[in-house]
């Protein structure tokens, strides 16, 4: 029986080889029909047997390539008189434009194995060329200007392919087929190299070049590279969406120039191996981040450090991890692999280990623009190597955490028996590889632009069934990032065609995003504005990942967010579902000297806690702990900002919690970037111990959740010499006890059994660990941000979907 089948799929299913997947499928089943892209996916008219027709469908399912996703597949059976269409053979249509959803753009994805194979190999026409990509790799979404994804609205639409080239894109049994970046050494983009001619670098190197004095020099730019990182240079590269800045990882003195030169903080550094075995000499390495480290997305991983290892201690000082990544453009196999003698592909890498960082200086955004690096990184880089194809969208690389599964006893009255926590991906900075890959959201949203936080910032826009969030954007503090964010919204509003109606913003007054919200209102009336409470989105943000609509225990432990009651919020527990909250507890308040101040002066929430717990009681121990450390004059400048309420907001926040700790037990004063001390405090943790200090939780609504027998008692221990491991172990244990016993407490009331933990608190692998262990043995589901970061940067779906929810 001959049919007619019509199949709609969205999802990604754009520029990963899926129509030449259909093509031949089609085929090899003798159908007839076509397929093509628009704006909302693909779209596939078959005609032919009809039980083939089925088989077709059935494989489309099974053996689709390996990065596409689906997310609605429909599938239509016209009437055959309706039938018009006279097709002698399957066709690939051109692409055509609708309205509707959007249809999903792939994120930039990492060299193929077949690619990487022609890289080196001699023979290919391809041999050492750094813009080698196919239907399965390279960039996507850093090129794209507008949809559908097609060359022209590519960065790629300068370059007229060769003959070749032509042959390969239209050849549908060839695996460039329609890869709208292809390339070759004939006709694609090309390297460019500058150094400063004046001052030609060379060791040992001590400054960068002199300001737009940097000639291009056209022989051996990769080569070049190398033996200037080999020497110790400090090089900006090019990459798929931006510079970075790279140096040789085990050359200490150039490390620290780059960290001197470039953030002046103790941020650490991401550093790029050329293979899996590598990284294994340096970090200790799961099965998952295995997996993990080599997906298409690359990103940078968080791995265990091993002991007395040759790359650089500035590279992640006073941390246990380091942020490490494979190669995944051509050019960087370049570094590590170009042949510097005869041999074809040398066996040993040219370098174990390089620095690979965003090519910005301090927070501001990554540079993409050739020009604009160049003005922007020459007083750090002694050179460039850089290219001819643009970079339309800007993103960073994407930085992730793999929580290693564990597994667990559960002890009930009568049995006993084991539970498994599955390995959980905990997403840091949610860019390159992931974006623009859209959420989806199960059901229709009205358009919506919510607005984000300040810091780490992401926006998220919403359409039909999804949510599109923005690559990081940074700390809004800061102009350039300002103008990313114009940039970067203007651009996803075009290519997903969303016309916001409805703006959600954050709380917070002196937000930058707050007075961007309200002036987009101000200049459109129609606009609706719906204001979200900082820790409600975090909580929903986890909620919206995992399909959560009923009220769930939300716990909300983070640095700083407006509350409603006008104070800082950080140490929430929240009865929560995707409209409203009810804050039914908090850790106590306590000043905050110095407002924002305190963040970067942890020993300040030191001082705080102590004179919370001690009263006129805790002069001298102010003066035995901090004496040795912080002047006279300005711990008695704290007493009295604090005594007389000077700029001393009240803070419930438990990341500085965890600051005032640190700081108490010597572990950390100063913070060179937001959350340092708490991460020191961290890393100090004893994993043996299970331990845990009293607390009381006191009467009346919401609850108020007591820190001063907690800081008591760490006094205590401190006097009685225990070692700092012990006293940092138990600290993480008892905030993970006052979680289960306020959960606990909450799920005799209400009957509530499903937690939710987000906020950037919970980016402590170990106190997610042992939080986790003590609710999931308790009896209760736990749920963490995956998709999103639950740090700031995944407010913004949080905000969005509240903000659904009340229109
Ligand atoms: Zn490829
Ligand atoms: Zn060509």
């Keep these: 029986m001959s049919a007619i089948y019509r199949i709609h799929i969205n999802g990604i299913v754009q520029g990963i080889g899926f129509r030449p997947f259909i093509y031949n499928l089609a085929n090899s089943f003798e159908l007839n029909g076509y397929v093509l892209n628009d704006t909302n996916g693909v779209y596939i008219e078959v005609k032919g047997n009809e039980d083939r027709i089925r088989e077709f469908i059935q494989r489309i399912k099974s053996d689709a390539p390996p990065l596409a996703r689906f997310d609605d597949v429909s599938i239509e059976k016209p009437d055959y008189k309706d ?79 060769c003959e070749e080239c032509r042959r390969e894109y239209n050849d549908p049994s060839d695996r460039r087929f329609h890869a709208q970046p292809n390339a070759c050494p004939e006709c694609g983009p090309r390297l460019e190299f500058r150094i400063d001619k004046k001052n030609p670098p060379s060791p040992p190197f001590l400054k960068g070049g002199t300001k737009g004095e940097f000639s291009e020099q056209k022989e051996k730019p990769i080569k070049t590279t190398i033996s200037i990182l080999k020497q110790g240079g400090i090089a900006a590269i090019k990459g798929i969406g931006g510079f970075h800045l790279a140096c040789d990882a085990e050359n200490n003195n150039a490390v620290k120039r780059l960290r001197d030169s470039k953030r002046r903080s103790n941020k650490p550094f991401a550093v790029m191996m050329p293979d899996i075995e590598t990284i294994r000499q340096f970090c200790y390495l799961t099965k998952d981040e295995d997996l993990v480290l080599n997906s298409p997305a690359r990103p940078i991983v968080l791995l265990k450090k091993k002991h007395n290892i040759s790359i650089s201690d500035s590279v992640s000082p006073e941390n246990n991890y380091l942020g490490a990544m494979l190669p995944y453009t051509p050019l960087h196999y370049l570094l590590f692999y170009y042949p510097l003698t005869h041999d074809p592909q040398p066996i040993t890498p040219n370098f174990k280990a390089l620095v690979m960082t965003s090519g910005n200086i301090f927070e501001e955004p990554i540079a993409a623009d050739n020009k604009e690096a160049v003005q922007k990184l020459s007083s750090i880089a002694d050179a460039f190597l850089m290219h001819n194809r643009d970079i339309y969208m800007r993103v960073d690389d994407s930085v992730v955490n793999v929580i290693s599964g564990q597994q667990l006893v559960i002890n009930s009255q009568h049995n006993s028996k084991l539970k498994t926590l599955n390995s959980k991906l905990v997403i840091i900075r ?166 924002d101040a305190a963040a970067r002066k942890p020993w300040r929430m030191g001082l705080s806690h102590l004179v919370h717990t001690y009263g006129d009681g805790a002069k001298e121990l102010i003066h035995k702990i901090f004496s040795d450390r912080i002047q006279e004059n300005q711990l008695n400048t704290i007493l009295k900002m604090m005594k007389n309420s000077i700029n001393s907001p009240l803070t419930s926040s438990c990341g500085r919690f965890f600051d005032a700790v640190s700081s108490l037990i010597g572990a950390k004063d100063l913070a060179t970037y937001e959350g340092e001390a708490a991460v020191k405090l961290e890393m100090l943790a004893e994993t043996k111990c299970y331990d845990t200090y009293n607390f009381n939780i006191t009467d009346g609504f919401p609850l108020v959740v007591c820190t001063k027998q907690i800081i008591k008692e760490i006094i205590d221990d401190a006097k009685a010499n225990l070692p700092v491991s012990v006293i940092s172990a138990k600290f993480h244990n008892t905030i993970a006890e006052t979680i289960l016993t306020a959960a606990q407490m909450v799920q005799k009331k209400h009957n509530l059994d499903k937690v939710v933990l987000s906020g950037g608190v919970f980016q402590n692998s170990f106190l997610v660990k042992r939080t986790a262990e003590k609710l999931t043995v308790s009896g209760f589901e736990v749920f963490l941000n995956e998709k999103v970061p639950s740090n700031d940067g995944g407010i913004s779906l949080g905000q969005a979907v509240i903000a659904a929810e009340h229109f």
Excluded at 107 to 126: A, H, Y
Excluded at 556 to 561: E, I, K, R, V, Y
Aim: proline share 5%; hydrophobic share 35%.
């Design 83 to 161: 039938y018009t269409g006279i097709y002698s053979g399957f066709e690939i249509r051109e692409s055509r434009s609708t309205h509707g959803i959007p249809s999903v753009i792939s994120p930039d994805i990492s060299l193929c194995d077949d690619c990487l194979k022609e890289l080196f190999d001699k023979n290919n026409r391809r041999y050492l060329y750094p813009f080698i990509n196919c239907t399965n790799c390279g960039p996507r979404h850093s090129i794209v200007r507008d949809i559908p994804y097609d060359r022209i609205n590519t960065t790629m639409s300068c370059f007229e392919m």
């Design 430 to 595: 949610r860019s390159r590889g992931f974006v623009p890959e859209p959420i989806y959201m199960g059901q229709d949203m009205p358009e919506i632009l919510a607005c984000g936080g300040q810091l780490k910032n992401t926006f998220c826009l919403t359409k039909g069934r999804y949510a599109i969030m923005s690559q990081h954007i940074g700390d809004m503090e800061n102009k350039e990032a300002a103008e990313f964010y114009k940039e970067t919204l203007k651009n996803l509003k075009k290519t997903f065609k969303v016309m916001p109606k409805i703006i959600a913003h954050d709380l917070h007054p002196n937000y930058w995003t707050t007075a961007f919200a309200r002036q987009l209102i101000t200049h459109h009336s129609s606009l609706i504005s719906i204001p979200v409470q900082h820790h409600h989105a975090h909580i929903v943000s986890c909620m919206a990942e995992h399909g959560l609509k009923e009220k769930v225990i939300g716990i909300a432990f983070d640095g700083t967010g407006y509350g409603t009651d006008g104070n800082i919020w950080g140490g929430e527990f929240l009865i929560a579902d995707r409209k409203d909250f009810i804050r039914f507890a908090h850790f106590n308040y306590v000043p905050m000297p110095g407002s």
